[in-house]
């Protein structure tokens, strides 16, 4: 039995791959990614989800197939799923956020206060900035993106920075511009998780300010087979904070699927049975 293949969705919007590089996969899966690269005009969801339609046109039939999206990524996986849903077998969402607004906006002051040096006056900058007065040049305006980014992340450690370095390298402002100027059309994604019929685990963190879990739990909720987990101290990108956890709340899921199923009955006679582990709340 092929192992599964998980068709990778970065945030941003416009973020790579590199970005999802430390996510505590099983090992053996497959990854591919389909990241919003699109240039100028692009409507930079549309663009990530025709590009993950491709991807999972591509992916091999014989075995499960796992989309995971993060952040920005979650809008265009679901439209993904809801367009091919044949093709996917289980969906995982993190730092998924479902409403406008922010969770915690009190925490983003906390994270700001904690800043120091040069960074916590970029990030003073960012929260100042008013969409429509993004700055035109492209170096400035990933400053501020990465500065706004970091408040979201309780500490920053070695996993953070390194994070925080892959996003500078690798995001494509012409996504970000598309949104900030309000060309992007609102999306309600609600009505989009309602038509999903594959098993979703929502996984945001405890203290993300844009997507805790009230988020995840609004959004698993809309699903008709969802479930959310939140990750104890954990950021916007909760992997970084604690990985073990995250890959606990993903063992379950791919033990899970299909295939994984198929193969466990060949290998020893009577019936597989799955115990979740899930993170304390």
Do not use: K, Y
Request: net charge neutral; charged share 25%.
């Amino acid at each position: 039995m092929n192992p599964p293949t998980v068709v990778l969705a970065p945030g941003g919007p416009g973020l790579g791959g590199e970005t999802l590089a430390g996510l505590p996969l099983p090992p053996g899966c497959r990854r591919l990614v389909g990241a919003s690269d699109g240039g100028p005009g692009d409507d930079p969801f549309a663009h990530q989800g025709d590009r993950l339609l491709r991807l999972l046109d591509a992916a091999d039939t014989e075995g499960p197939v796992v989309l995971v999206a993060h952040s920005a990524g979650v809008r265009s996986a679901l439209h993904a799923a809801v367009r091919s849903p044949a093709r996917v077998d289980a969906i995982v969402l993190i730092a998924a956020q479902l409403r406008d607004g922010t969770d915690h906006p009190e925490l983003l002051e906390r994270h700001l206060d904690a800043l120091d040096g040069p960074l916590r006056e970029t990030a003073r900058r960012a929260r100042a900035t008013p969409p429509d007065r993004a700055p035109a040049d492209d170096g400035e305006l990933r400053e501020l993106l990465i500065a706004d980014l970091a408040l979201t992340l309780p500490g920053l450690g070695p996993a953070q920075h390194a994070f925080l370095a892959a996003c500078a390298r690798s995001w494509n402002l012409h996504a970000v511009r598309a949104v900030l100027s309000g060309r992007v059309p609102e999306d309600d994604l609600t009505a989009t998780a309602r038509r999903i019929g594959a098993p979703v685990l929502v996984i945001n963190g405890e203290r993300d300010p844009w997507a805790g879990a009230p988020s995840a739990r609004a959004l698993a909720g809309a699903v008709p087979d969802g479930t959310a987990r939140t990750v104890p101290g954990a950021g916007h990108v909760p992997w970084l904070d604690d990985p073990r956890t995250v890959g606990r709340l993903l063992g379950p899921l791919f033990r899970s699927l299909p295939g994984a199923r198929r193969r466990a009955r060949s290998e020893r006679a009577g019936p597989t049975r799955t115990v979740e582990e899930t993170a304390p709340t």
